[in-house]
C-alpha cells in the first residue's frame, strides 16, 4: 500500500535525480554558449553571437599542430590497446594455464595507479631511451589507459561466442587461423569497434600523461590547452574543448552508425 | 568448456603484446619510481645526481610540516569525494535503474558525458557555473541568501564539486548494473506481502544493493586519492594534493628524487586507505546476504 505521504517522497526523489542528471549535463551547455562570445572576456553572449573564436582556433599552427599530434596518438594507442587487450581476452577466455588469473589481474592494474604516478615513473624512462616527446611514448602511455577497457569488453564478447561454432568450422577442415578469421572474428567485430572507439576517445581526452610525456615541440590538444585554461581565460579554450567534444560525438556516432548495419546485415 | 590440447607456449604468444606493454610501460616505470626517489636532488643542470643513494627526498618532505599537510588533505578529500560520489550515486542510479529502455540509455549517456569529454570543459564549466558572476551565485543573490557572491571556485567547495563530476559517474556505472540484478520478483513478493514502498526499499532493496556499494565505494575512494586536475584548476593553495605536487616538482622545479617520493607516498596512501576500508566493505557486503 503506498500512503500519499510515500508518493510525495518517490515524486521529490525523482525531481531531484532529474536536477542531478541536468546537473551533469550544465558544464556541456555553459562551455558551447560561452564559445560563441564575441568579447575577450568570459561572458556568454546573450546578443552578438560570432564564431571568431573558432576561427582563430583553426587557423593557427600552433593549434593544428596539437590537433594532428592528438589524431596520430589516438591511431596509434587504438591499435596497440586492441592488439594487446584482443591478445590477452583469446588467451584467458580460450585457454586454461598456469598464470592466467595473475594475467588477467595484471592487465587491470593500470586501472589503480594514478595517473600522475604512472606518468613520473615514465618520464625518467622515456628519456633515458631517448622517446621524450615522441608520438610513440604517448600512444603507449595512452594504450596502457585503455588497455584494460578493451580487454573486459573483449573478454565478454568471447565469452558469449558459442564454441561450437569455432569447432564446426575446424571439423569442415578450416585451421585455427581460418576459423578464427571467417567465424570468430565476425562475431566479436561489434566489440572491437566499441573498443577501438573508448581508446579514441580515452586518447584524445586525456591530458595528465600527455603533459609528462609532450615536449614543447609535440603536445597533444588537452596538454596544449593547459597553460591556456590556467593563465588566460579567453573563450578560446571552450571553442577548442567544443572541437574536441564534437570530435568524440562524432567518433561515437560513427561507430553507433556502423553497429547498427552490422545488427541489420546479420538479421537480414 | 572443455579446455583444447594446445601447447602451453600458445596463450602467453597471444598475450606477448600485452605483456610486453604491461612489463616495459608498467612495471618498469613503477619499479624506476622507487629507485628515483633515493637519489639525492641535482643541483643547477640535472635532473638528480647519478649513482647516489639517500632519503634526502623522504626526510625533505615528511619532516617539513607542508609534506604532512598535502598528505592529510589527499586522505581528506579522497574520502569526502568518494562518500559524497556514492552518496549523490546512489538515488541516481536507483532512478536510471527504473527508467524505460530508451530513456535508460539518455541518462546514461548523461552520466557518462563528463568522462568522454575533455575534462577541462566539465571543470570550465563547473567553473563558471560556480563564478561570481555565475548563475549559483546570481541565484543565490537574487534569492536574498547572501549579500555578496560567495567564493565558490578556488576553494574546498569548488574542488569538491568538481572531483565529484568526475568520479560519480563511475559510481553510477557500477550501482545501476548492481540494482538491475536484483530479482523483480522478490519486490513483488514484498508488495503482496503488505510492504509499503519504503518498508520495500528498506528491507530488500537496500540489503541487497550493499555489495555493489562496497565495490563503489572502494574503487571510488582510489580514484578520489589520486585526484589531481580538480584541486589544480579549481584548488586554491589551500587545496593542494599529492597529485598535484607530483608534477610541480618534476616539471617544473626539475626535481625528480622529490617527485618520486610525492609519486611513491601517493601509492602507498592508496595502498593504505584501501586496505583500511577493505573491512567495512566486507562487513556492507555481507550485511545484505545475512538479512
Known amino acids: 500500500m503506498t500512503t500519499p505521504l510515500e508518493r510525495g517522497l518517490a515524486f521529490v526523489g525523482r525531481a531531484a535525480a532529474v536536477l542531478v542528471l541536468l546537473a551533469m549535463l550544465a558544464p556541456f551547455v555553459y562551455a558551447v554558449w560561452m564559445s560563441f562570445a564575441p568579447g575577450e572576456i568570459l561572458e556568454p553572449p546573450t546578443d552578438r553571437w560570432s564564431l571568431r573564436w573558432y576561427r582563430e582556433f583553426l587557423g593557427s599552427a600552433r593549434w593544428t599542430a596539437a590537433l594532428r599530434t592528438t589524431a596520430e596518438v589516438a591511431a596509434v594507442s587504438a591499435v596497440v590497446s586492441l592488439l594487446g587487450g584482443l591478445g590477452v581476452a583469446l588467451a584467458v577466455a580460450r585457454y586454461h594455464f598456469r598464470g592466467r588469473a595473475m594475467l588477467s589481474a595484471a592487465v587491470l592494474l593500470p586501472m589503480f595507479v594514478p595517473a600522475v604516478v604512472l606518468g613520473m615513473g615514465l618520464l625518467p624512462l622515456v628519456r633515458g631511451v631517448g622517446l621524450w616527446g615522441t608520438t610513440l611514448s604517448i600512444a603507449a602511455a595512452h594504450s596502457l589507459v585503455s588497455l584494460p577497457v578493451v580487454f573486459l569488453l573483449l573478454r565478454s564478447a568471447l565469452e558469449a561466442v558459442d564454441p561450437d561454432l569455432e569447432r564446426a568450422a575446424r571439423g569442415l577442415g578450416a585451421g585455427p587461423m581460418t576459423a578464427f578469421r571467417r567465424v570468430t572474428l565476425p562475431l566479436i567485430s561489434p566489440s572491437i569497434l566499441a573498443g577501438m572507439v573508448i581508446a579514441v576517445v580515452l586518447s584524445v581526452n586525456e591530458f595528465t600523461l600527455a603533459l609528462f610525456l609532450g615536449s614543447p615541440r609535440l603536445r597533444t590538444l588537452p596538454a596544449a590547452l593547459w597553460p591556456e585554461a590556467r593563465d588566460k581565460e579567453t573563450p578560446l579554450l571552450a571553442a577548442a574543448s567544443c572541437l574536441s567534444v564534437l570530435v568524440t560525438l562524432v567518433s561515437l556516432g560513427i561507430a553507433a552508425r556502423v553497429l547498427r548495419r552490422d545488427e541489420v546485415h546479420k538479421s537480414a | ?291
Open chain 2, 1 to 291: 568448456m572443455t579446455p583444447r590440447p594446445f601447447r602451453p607456449i600458445v596463450p602467453w604468444l597471444l598475450a606477448a603484446p600485452a605483456v610486453v606493454l604491461l612489463l616495459g610501460f608498467f612495471l618498469g616505470p613503477v619499479l624506476l619510481l622507487f629507485r628515483v626517489s633515493v637519489y639525492e636532488s641535482g643541483s643547477g643542470t640535472g635532473f638528480y645526481r647519478p649513482g647516489t643513494w639517500s632519503l634526502q627526498a623522504y626526510a625533505g618532505l615528511i619532516e617539513d610540516g607542508y609534506g604532512r599537510g598535502v598528505l592529510a588533505f589527499t586522505v581528506f578529500l579522497g574520502v569526502a569525494v568518494a562518500t559524497l560520489s556514492v552518496l549523490v550515486g546512489y538515488p541516481l542510479a536507483l532512478f536510471i535503474h527504473t527508467l524505460r529502455p530508451l530513456a535508460k540509455r539518455l541518462a546514461l549517456a548523461a552520466v557518462i558525458l563528463p568522462k568522454l569529454a575533455n575534462v577541462f570543459v566539465v571543470l570550465y564549466g563547473v567553473s563558471l557555473l560556480l563564478g561570481n558572476s555565475g548563475p549559483l551565485n546570481q541565484g543565490l543573490l537574487w534569492l536574498g541568501l547572501t549579500r555578496e557572491p560567495i567564493l565558490l571556485s578556488h576553494s574546498l567547495a569548488g574542488v569538491l564539486i568538481a572531483e565529484t563530476y568526475l568520479i560519480m559517474p563511475y559510481a553510477v556505472l557500477i550501482l545501476v548494473p548492481a540494482f538491475d540484478r536484483i530479482d523483480p520478483i522478490l519486490l513483488a513478493a514484498a508488495r503482496g506481502l503488505g510492504a509499503g514502498s519504503w518498508t520495500t526499499f528498506r528491507r530488500v532493496t537496500l540489503p541487497l544493493s550493499l555489495p555493489g556499494v562496497a565495490v563503489a565505494g572502494q574503487l571510488c575512494l582510489i580514484w578520489a586519492l589520486g585526484a589531481f586536475v580538480g584541486p589544480l584548476l579549481l584548488g586554491g593553495p589551500e587545496q593542494t594534493t599529492l597529485a598535484v605536487l607530483v608534477p610541480r616538482y618534476g616539471l617544473e622545479y626539475g626535481d625528480w628524487p622529490t617527485a618520486a617520493v610525492t609519486s611513491v607516498l601517493s601509492l602507498l596512501t592508496i595502498a593504505v586507505c584501501v586496505t583500511a576500508f577493505a573491512w567495512p566493505a566486507r562487513r556492507l557486503g555481507r550485511l545484505g546476504q545475512t538479512r
